[in-house]
């Protein structure tokens, strides 16, 4: 009876797609892209604008492969990644050291979180005129920026973590015969793991956009310092190029890293929705 | 003695809001002999899941004893196992690693535990399940694992605080079967705290109907085992015991 019905050329079309996705994840994360760059073609090509005031892919992707060839573009991305990285993993760690510590004791949260509430308010942008006089232009105001940065998302979500496990669990542990240091291994890391790595998604998220802000007003190296710089010589092109790859850097940290441990802890688990 | 014996157990509290001290519980005496399986009914208010807490050690008791394997006891502890009405299970652990869970904070090796573990699972039929996470079950199989977790620890007394009132009525009465099935072959000390009148006269060798705080009397429970609720459904005992316990409770 069914097979009566015709089936739509586009509905094969796209039934095809959906089935060269599934087998193939990456087409689908590239494929969206396409009519975007299309249609930036297009507007480039039809000359609305003067080229060196508004370049095409080619244009960028000719200076991509240039900056590439002459080691600006390795040496620059690497110089942010590393101060990204480093960074994010202090700020990680103090964040989560405190976050238990205010998830857990009523007193330190009494004590702290008013504070914390208060400092996440601040910007890490704001602080840069009070570092630059401190620090000067350079690696540590920068650090600082990222640290902060990383900081205060993976406080608030480790204490929200923590103070998110049901005390059931707390029990049954105990009545297992758990010992306080195994609760904190066994149920209070475990239990906080979802939120943590929500944490560390924001933090690594802010702390990005707030190293390339921060590379730009004091850098000197770096994504944010390049297209700073490439404004002062009006490359268009390059600030562009920088654009596409705080883009393309976000989607492989987002893909390579951050998605696959959340597949594997909280999804898994059930604790969070996929 | 695998045995439990509470003497003049009280909890008083003091209610901020109201201002004034609250008494949950008053004045309890209750013995749980060695292997022997009592419940514990009540209208929801009556303290039941206070005496629970404060045995598990939850709760610290206002006055009175808790007496656990012949020791005082004070604290949780691993002689005292809880069953949970949320079965508490841990989401990031696979069933085999919850029901291990227990054996692993003794300090049993790896390998070992995980044998205790699956010969518990194989009692209450859940071997198939034990390399899945909390979450892929259904919820009377969550109980399940609940169960077996605890008596993987070999508690001296074995708590269950309404552990299936949060699952659909036949699994209910699968996993009520299963249990007394359970403890006629392990036979281990339980306390057994409800709401579910024939839940607690279908399942324990004793009933202790409790009333605002103080246990209001005991009933015991002559049927012959093993139970089953096709056996139980015509059975005149028990309509005559479930109608007197349920008069008691209707009373408190």
Redesign the interface.
Known sequence: MSEAVAVNPALRLWSGYLRLVARHPVIGSVVPFLPLIALWAIVVEAGVFPRAFFPGPVDVFHSFVDLTRKGILPAYLADSIVRLAVGAAAGMVAGILLGLLVGLNERAHRALWPVLLFFQAIGDIAWLPLLIIWFGFGLETMTFVIVYTVLFPVVLNTVLGVRSI?L??H?????????RW?ILT??VL??A?PNIITGLRNGLGYGWRALIAAEMIVGTSGVGFMMFDARRAGSVVEILLGMIILGLLWYAVDALILAPIERA?GQ????VAR | MKSLTINHLSKTYFDPYAAKHVTAVQDVSLDVPEGEFVAIVGPSGCGKTTILNMI???LPASGGDIIVDSRKVSG???D???V?Q?H?????KTVLENVA??PK??GVGLKEREEIARDYLALAGLSHAAER????LSGGMQQRVGVV??LA?EPAVLLMDEPFASVDAQTRMTLQEELTRIWQARRPTILFITHDVPEAVFLANRVVVLSKGRVLEEVEIDLPRPRSWDAMMDDERFKTLSARVLQLVRAA
């Open positions: 049901p059931d669990l029990r049954a542990a105990q009545s297992l015969g758990a010992p195994r066994e149920v475990p239990g793991l802890t898994r688990w059930g604790m | 598990a050690g939850f949780p502890g691993p005292r196992g809880v949970f949320s508490a299970l841990f989401p990031w869970f227990g904070m003794r996470y909390p979450n892929e977790r605890a620890n």
